[in-house]
Protein backbone atom coordinates (compact mmCIF):
# COMPACT_ATOMS: atom_id res chain seq x y z
CA UNK A 1 0.00 0.00 0.00
CA UNK A 2 1.25 3.39 -0.75
CA UNK A 3 2.21 6.03 1.66
CA UNK A 4 0.30 8.77 2.34
CA UNK A 5 2.75 12.05 2.36
CA UNK A 6 1.40 14.75 5.11
CA UNK A 7 4.47 16.84 5.25
CA UNK A 8 5.91 19.54 7.17
CA UNK A 9 3.06 20.57 9.25
CA UNK A 10 0.38 17.96 8.78
CA UNK A 11 -3.33 18.94 9.77
CA UNK A 12 -5.81 16.66 9.26
CA UNK A 13 -9.49 17.63 9.57
CA UNK A 14 -12.82 15.52 10.55
CA UNK A 15 -15.68 16.40 8.57
CA UNK A 16 -17.46 14.20 7.13
CA UNK A 17 -19.81 12.92 5.01
CA UNK A 18 -23.31 14.24 3.46
CA UNK A 19 -26.28 12.98 5.12
CA UNK A 20 -28.66 10.38 4.47
CA UNK A 21 -30.75 12.38 2.77
CA UNK A 22 -27.69 13.84 0.88
CA UNK A 23 -27.08 10.19 -0.39
CA UNK A 24 -30.46 9.31 -1.68
CA UNK A 25 -32.53 7.78 1.30
CA UNK A 26 -33.67 9.68 4.26
CA UNK A 27 -36.50 12.76 4.42
CA UNK A 28 -33.91 15.44 5.65
CA UNK A 29 -34.12 18.44 3.24
CA UNK A 30 -30.70 18.06 0.44
CA UNK A 31 -28.26 20.80 0.79
CA UNK A 32 -29.04 23.41 -2.55
CA UNK A 33 -27.04 24.91 -5.30
CA UNK A 34 -28.06 26.80 -7.92
CA UNK A 35 -24.01 26.81 -9.06
CA UNK A 36 -21.12 24.43 -9.04
CA UNK A 37 -18.65 26.58 -6.80
CA UNK A 38 -15.69 26.86 -10.08
CA UNK A 39 -12.53 25.11 -9.52
CA UNK A 40 -11.23 27.34 -6.56
CA UNK A 41 -11.89 25.82 -3.34
CA UNK A 42 -14.43 28.43 -2.11
CA UNK A 43 -16.27 28.80 -5.45
CA UNK A 44 -16.20 32.28 -6.75
CA UNK A 45 -16.03 35.41 -3.93
CA UNK A 46 -17.50 37.43 -6.94
CA UNK A 47 -20.13 35.51 -8.77
CA UNK A 48 -20.52 32.35 -6.39
CA UNK A 49 -24.51 31.69 -6.76
CA UNK A 50 -24.40 28.25 -4.78
CA UNK A 51 -27.25 28.91 -2.18
CA UNK A 52 -27.96 26.10 1.11
CA UNK A 53 -27.36 24.94 4.16
CA UNK A 54 -24.30 21.90 5.28
CA UNK A 55 -25.62 20.57 8.83
CA UNK A 56 -22.87 18.28 10.44
CA UNK A 57 -21.50 17.25 13.87
CA UNK A 58 -18.66 15.66 15.12
CA UNK A 59 -14.88 16.03 16.28
CA UNK A 60 -14.99 18.06 19.31
CA UNK A 61 -11.11 18.75 18.31
CA UNK A 62 -12.11 20.17 15.07
CA UNK A 63 -14.36 23.14 16.32
CA UNK A 64 -12.40 26.16 15.89
CA UNK A 65 -10.83 24.68 12.38
CA UNK A 66 -14.53 24.04 11.42
CA UNK A 67 -15.26 27.57 12.56
CA UNK A 68 -12.55 28.90 10.62
CA UNK A 69 -13.54 26.66 7.65
CA UNK A 70 -17.04 27.55 7.70
CA UNK A 71 -16.58 31.36 7.83
CA UNK A 72 -13.98 31.65 5.39
CA UNK A 73 -16.12 29.46 2.78
CA UNK A 74 -19.48 31.26 3.59
CA UNK A 75 -17.26 34.66 3.21
CA UNK A 76 -16.95 33.48 -0.58
CA UNK A 77 -20.56 31.88 -1.13
CA UNK A 78 -22.79 34.41 0.80
CA UNK A 79 -25.86 31.99 -0.31
CA UNK A 80 -24.47 29.31 1.89
CA UNK A 81 -24.53 28.39 5.31
CA UNK A 82 -22.85 25.72 7.07
CA UNK A 83 -23.57 24.52 11.10
CA UNK A 84 -21.21 22.28 13.32
CA UNK A 85 -21.89 20.30 16.23
CA UNK A 86 -18.85 19.17 18.33
CA UNK A 87 -20.52 16.17 19.71
CA UNK A 88 -17.84 13.56 19.06
CA UNK A 89 -16.19 11.46 16.46
CA UNK A 90 -18.35 8.17 17.19
CA UNK A 91 -21.75 10.57 17.62
CA UNK A 92 -20.47 12.47 14.39
CA UNK A 93 -20.41 8.83 12.43
CA UNK A 94 -23.39 7.88 14.17
CA UNK A 95 -25.49 11.12 12.90
CA UNK A 96 -24.09 11.03 9.34
CA UNK A 97 -25.16 6.79 8.77
CA UNK A 98 -28.60 8.31 10.78
CA UNK A 99 -29.06 11.01 8.31
CA UNK A 100 -28.96 13.40 11.06
CA UNK A 101 -26.09 15.04 9.42
CA UNK A 102 -25.57 16.26 6.36
CA UNK A 103 -21.45 15.93 6.92
CA UNK A 104 -20.14 14.58 10.05
CA UNK A 105 -16.40 14.99 11.40
CA UNK A 106 -14.18 12.41 12.66
CA UNK A 107 -10.53 11.51 14.05
CA UNK A 108 -10.43 7.96 13.70
CA UNK A 109 -11.52 6.05 10.44
CA UNK A 110 -14.71 4.28 9.79
CA UNK A 111 -15.05 0.58 10.96
CA UNK A 112 -15.47 -2.08 9.15
CA UNK A 113 -19.03 -2.56 9.89
CA UNK A 114 -19.82 1.36 9.16
CA UNK A 115 -18.02 1.20 5.90
CA UNK A 116 -20.52 -1.47 5.46
CA UNK A 117 -23.38 0.31 6.42
CA UNK A 118 -22.44 3.45 4.50
CA UNK A 119 -22.72 1.30 1.16
CA UNK A 120 -26.52 1.49 2.14
CA UNK A 121 -26.80 5.03 1.91
CA UNK A 122 -24.23 6.14 -0.04
CA UNK A 123 -24.39 3.70 -2.82
CA UNK A 124 -21.85 0.57 -3.47
CA UNK A 125 -18.63 2.70 -3.29
CA UNK A 126 -19.45 3.97 0.19
CA UNK A 127 -17.88 6.71 1.95
CA UNK A 128 -15.19 9.24 0.49
CA UNK A 129 -12.57 9.33 3.77
CA UNK A 130 -10.02 12.61 3.34
CA UNK A 131 -7.20 13.58 5.66
CA UNK A 132 -7.94 17.12 5.98
CA UNK A 133 -6.80 18.42 9.68
CA UNK A 134 -3.39 16.44 11.56
CA UNK A 135 -2.39 17.79 15.16
CA UNK A 136 -0.66 16.35 18.13
CA UNK A 137 -2.56 14.95 20.85
CA UNK A 138 -1.13 16.41 23.72
CA UNK A 139 -0.33 15.08 27.43
CA UNK A 140 -0.92 17.70 29.16
CA UNK A 141 -1.24 18.23 33.16
CA UNK A 142 -1.74 20.89 35.65
CA UNK A 143 1.18 21.28 38.10
CA UNK A 144 2.33 24.95 39.00
CA UNK A 145 5.57 25.62 38.95
CA UNK A 146 6.15 22.53 36.42
CA UNK A 147 6.18 23.26 32.57
CA UNK A 148 7.57 20.17 31.10
CA UNK A 149 7.92 16.66 32.05
CA UNK A 150 9.77 13.84 30.40
CA UNK A 151 7.78 10.07 30.70
CA UNK A 152 8.31 7.27 28.55
CA UNK A 153 5.07 4.99 27.44
CA UNK A 154 4.94 2.91 30.22
CA UNK A 155 5.12 5.85 32.60
CA UNK A 156 2.23 7.15 30.79
CA UNK A 157 0.23 3.94 30.86
CA UNK A 158 0.79 3.67 34.72
CA UNK A 159 -0.32 7.37 35.27
CA UNK A 160 -3.57 6.81 33.43
CA UNK A 161 -4.28 3.36 34.32
CA UNK A 162 -3.93 4.73 37.58
CA UNK A 163 -0.99 2.65 38.97
CA UNK A 164 1.03 5.24 39.56
CA UNK A 165 -0.69 7.99 41.96
CA UNK A 166 1.88 10.69 42.70
CA UNK A 167 3.43 13.30 40.61
CA UNK A 168 7.21 12.74 42.81
CA UNK A 169 6.66 8.95 41.98
CA UNK A 170 10.39 7.38 41.68
CA UNK A 171 8.97 6.23 38.07
CA UNK A 172 8.99 9.78 36.89
CA UNK A 173 11.36 11.87 39.33
CA UNK A 174 14.07 9.60 37.78
CA UNK A 175 13.21 10.77 34.16
CA UNK A 176 13.04 14.41 35.25
CA UNK A 177 16.26 14.78 37.32
CA UNK A 178 16.57 18.58 38.54
CA UNK A 179 13.14 18.86 38.48
CA UNK A 180 11.11 19.68 41.89
CA UNK A 181 7.98 17.09 41.88
CA UNK A 182 5.38 17.59 44.29
CA UNK A 183 3.83 15.25 47.00
CA UNK A 184 1.18 15.84 44.93
CA UNK A 185 -1.73 13.01 43.97
CA UNK A 186 -2.27 12.64 40.16
CA UNK A 187 -6.47 13.10 38.90
CA UNK A 188 -6.92 11.45 35.77
CA UNK A 189 -8.96 13.29 33.56
CA UNK A 190 -10.36 11.48 30.37
CA UNK A 191 -13.16 12.04 28.12
CA UNK A 192 -16.67 11.15 28.81
CA UNK A 193 -17.79 10.54 25.06
CA UNK A 194 -16.93 8.38 22.44
CA UNK A 195 -13.38 10.53 20.70
CA UNK A 196 -11.47 9.65 17.72
CA UNK A 197 -8.94 11.41 20.30
CA UNK A 198 -9.35 8.73 22.99
CA UNK A 199 -8.95 5.93 20.29
CA UNK A 200 -5.72 7.61 19.28
CA UNK A 201 -4.62 7.94 22.41
CA UNK A 202 -5.19 4.35 23.53
CA UNK A 203 -3.62 3.35 20.26
CA UNK A 204 -0.47 4.63 21.22
CA UNK A 205 -0.75 2.93 24.67
CA UNK A 206 -1.69 -0.19 23.30
CA UNK A 207 1.22 -0.67 20.91
CA UNK A 208 3.93 1.30 22.89
CA UNK A 209 3.40 0.15 26.34
CA UNK A 210 1.16 -3.47 25.75
CA UNK A 211 2.45 -5.09 29.16
CA UNK A 212 0.90 -1.92 30.90
CA UNK A 213 -2.58 -1.25 28.92
CA UNK A 214 -4.43 -3.92 28.50
CA UNK A 215 -7.35 -2.66 27.57
CA UNK A 216 -7.40 -2.43 24.34
CA UNK A 217 -8.47 0.55 21.57
CA UNK A 218 -11.60 1.87 21.63
CA UNK A 219 -13.30 5.17 21.17
CA UNK A 220 -14.86 5.24 24.45
CA UNK A 221 -12.53 5.29 28.25
CA UNK A 222 -12.64 1.97 30.02
CA UNK A 223 -14.75 1.51 32.38
CA UNK A 224 -12.63 -0.07 34.83
CA UNK A 225 -10.13 2.93 35.00
CA UNK A 226 -12.56 5.03 37.42
CA UNK A 227 -11.53 8.65 37.03
CA UNK A 228 -12.56 11.84 36.24
CA UNK A 229 -14.19 13.12 33.15
CA UNK A 230 -15.86 15.32 30.61
CA UNK A 231 -17.83 15.52 27.34
CA UNK A 232 -15.59 16.93 24.38
CA UNK A 233 -11.88 18.71 24.24
CA UNK A 234 -13.21 22.02 26.04
CA UNK A 235 -14.49 19.96 28.58
CA UNK A 236 -11.69 17.85 29.64
CA UNK A 237 -9.66 20.40 29.41
CA UNK A 238 -11.85 22.90 31.10
CA UNK A 239 -11.56 20.22 33.68
CA UNK A 240 -8.34 19.92 33.98
CA UNK A 241 -7.23 23.60 34.12
CA UNK A 242 -9.05 23.60 37.61
CA UNK A 243 -8.11 20.89 39.27
CA UNK A 244 -4.47 21.02 40.72
CA UNK A 245 -2.48 17.67 40.33
CA UNK A 246 -4.43 17.04 36.92
CA UNK A 247 -3.41 15.08 33.89
CA UNK A 248 -5.27 14.83 30.68
CA UNK A 249 -4.96 14.30 26.58
CA UNK A 250 -6.06 16.40 24.34
CA UNK A 251 -5.72 17.83 21.05
CA UNK A 252 -2.63 19.93 21.55
CA UNK A 253 -3.92 23.29 19.77
CA UNK A 254 -6.81 23.62 22.42
CA UNK A 255 -4.69 22.81 25.99
CA UNK A 256 -3.96 26.34 26.57
CA UNK A 257 -1.69 26.97 29.61
CA UNK A 258 -1.27 23.58 30.77
CA UNK A 259 1.91 21.58 31.46
CA UNK A 260 2.97 19.06 29.25
CA UNK A 261 4.76 15.54 28.92
CA UNK A 262 7.76 15.04 26.37
CA UNK A 263 7.29 11.47 25.15
CA UNK A 264 10.17 9.20 25.20
CA UNK A 265 10.68 8.28 21.10
CA UNK A 266 14.08 5.89 21.18
CA UNK A 267 16.63 7.24 23.61
CA UNK A 268 15.51 11.41 23.70
CA UNK A 269 12.74 12.48 24.60
CA UNK A 270 10.14 14.54 22.24
CA UNK A 271 7.84 17.22 22.93
CA UNK A 272 5.01 17.41 20.77
CA UNK A 273 5.18 20.14 17.77
CA UNK A 274 3.32 20.30 14.34
CA UNK A 275 7.02 19.39 12.53
CA UNK A 276 6.81 16.23 14.76
CA UNK A 277 3.82 14.85 14.44
CA UNK A 278 4.09 15.86 10.53
CA UNK A 279 7.04 13.21 10.54
CA UNK A 280 5.37 10.24 12.51
CA UNK A 281 2.19 10.96 9.59
CA UNK A 282 4.35 11.33 6.59
CA UNK A 283 5.16 7.65 6.09
CA UNK A 284 2.06 6.43 7.32
CA UNK A 285 0.77 3.60 4.91
CA UNK A 286 -2.81 3.72 3.52
CA UNK A 287 -5.30 1.20 4.77
CA UNK A 288 -7.27 0.89 2.05
CA UNK A 289 -6.66 -0.30 -1.67
CA UNK A 290 -9.87 2.15 -2.85
CA UNK A 291 -8.47 5.37 -4.42
CA UNK A 292 -11.00 7.67 -2.76
CA UNK A 293 -10.34 6.20 0.92
CA UNK A 294 -7.37 7.68 2.26
CA UNK A 295 -7.50 6.48 6.12
CA UNK A 296 -4.08 5.76 7.12
CA UNK A 297 -2.58 3.57 9.81
CA UNK A 298 0.40 5.28 11.91
CA UNK A 299 3.64 4.06 13.67
CA UNK A 300 3.23 4.30 16.66
CA UNK A 301 6.58 2.63 17.62
CA UNK A 302 8.75 4.41 16.14
CA UNK A 303 11.84 5.36 16.90
CA UNK A 304 13.03 7.64 14.59
CA UNK A 305 14.63 10.98 15.55
CA UNK A 306 12.35 14.13 15.37
CA UNK A 307 9.07 11.58 15.36
CA UNK A 308 5.93 12.42 17.76
CA UNK A 309 4.00 9.28 18.05
CA UNK A 310 0.66 10.26 19.54
CA UNK A 311 -0.93 12.19 17.02
CA UNK A 312 -4.49 12.59 15.96
CA UNK A 313 -5.40 12.31 12.07
CA UNK A 314 -9.26 13.83 11.50
CA UNK A 315 -10.99 13.08 8.42
CA UNK A 316 -13.88 14.50 6.22
CA UNK A 317 -16.18 11.29 5.64
CA UNK A 318 -18.25 11.97 2.32
CA UNK A 319 -20.94 10.05 -0.05
CA UNK A 320 -19.51 8.98 -2.78
CA UNK A 321 -22.61 9.64 -4.59
CA UNK A 322 -25.63 11.77 -3.81
CA UNK A 323 -29.08 12.00 -5.06
CA UNK A 324 -28.51 15.35 -6.89
CA UNK A 325 -26.29 17.53 -8.59
CA UNK A 326 -26.59 20.42 -6.51
CA UNK A 327 -25.92 18.67 -3.22
CA UNK A 328 -22.45 17.26 -5.27
CA UNK A 329 -21.41 20.60 -6.19
CA UNK A 330 -22.00 22.27 -2.91
CA UNK A 331 -20.15 19.21 -0.94
CA UNK A 332 -16.90 19.47 -3.10
CA UNK A 333 -16.57 23.25 -3.26
CA UNK A 334 -16.94 22.77 0.84
CA UNK A 335 -14.37 19.69 1.01
CA UNK A 336 -12.17 21.33 -1.59
CA UNK A 337 -11.76 24.76 0.12
CA UNK A 338 -11.07 22.91 3.44
CA UNK A 339 -8.19 21.13 2.27
CA UNK A 340 -6.81 23.62 0.01
CA UNK A 341 -4.04 25.88 0.97
CA UNK A 342 -6.47 28.68 1.65
CA UNK A 343 -8.14 26.69 3.81
CA UNK A 344 -5.61 25.20 5.46
CA UNK A 345 -4.22 28.67 6.13
CA UNK A 346 -7.28 29.97 7.97
CA UNK A 347 -7.46 26.76 10.34
CA UNK A 348 -4.22 27.06 11.14
CA UNK A 349 -4.32 31.03 12.07
CA UNK A 350 -7.26 29.65 14.14
CA UNK A 351 -6.69 26.02 15.40
CA UNK A 352 -2.99 25.98 15.88
CA UNK A 353 -2.74 23.07 13.75
CA UNK A 354 -0.29 22.86 11.06
CA UNK A 355 -1.28 22.82 6.89
CA UNK A 356 -1.52 20.07 4.73
CA UNK A 357 1.47 19.36 2.02
CA UNK A 358 0.48 20.13 -1.54
CA UNK A 359 1.15 16.51 -1.93
CA UNK A 360 -1.63 15.64 0.38
CA UNK A 361 -3.73 18.94 -1.11
CA UNK A 362 -3.46 16.98 -4.31
CA UNK A 363 -4.82 13.42 -3.21
CA UNK A 364 -7.57 14.90 -1.32
CA UNK A 365 -8.95 16.51 -4.40
CA UNK A 366 -8.87 13.34 -6.26
CA UNK A 367 -10.87 11.72 -3.75
CA UNK A 368 -12.95 15.04 -3.36
CA UNK A 369 -13.59 14.43 -7.19
CA UNK A 370 -14.68 10.75 -7.34
CA UNK A 371 -17.82 12.46 -5.57
CA UNK A 372 -20.62 11.95 -8.43
CA UNK A 373 -24.76 11.77 -8.46
CA UNK A 374 -25.94 8.87 -8.02
CA UNK A 375 -27.63 6.91 -10.71
Not at 230 to 247: C, F, H, N, P
Not at 262 to 288: I, Q, R
Request: with cysteine.
Amino acid sequence: MKALRIGQSAAVLSIAALALTACGGSNTPAASSSAAGGSSAAGSSATSTLTGTLTGGGASSQEAAMTAWADGFTAANPGVKVQYNPVGSGAGRKGFLAGQYQFAGSDSAMKEDEQTEAQKICGPDGAVQVPAYVSPIAVAFNLPGVEHVNMDADTIASVFTKKITKWNDPKIAEQNEGVELPDTAITVVHRSDESGTTKNFQDYLSAAAPKVWTYGVEEKWPSDIQAENAQGTSGVVGLATKTEGSIVYADASQIGKLGTVAVKVGDKYEAYTPEAAAKSVETSKKVSTNEHDLAIKLDRTSTTAGTYPIVLVSYHIFCATYKDQETVDLIKAFGKYAVSAEGQKVASESAGNAPLTDATIEEANKAIDFISVAK
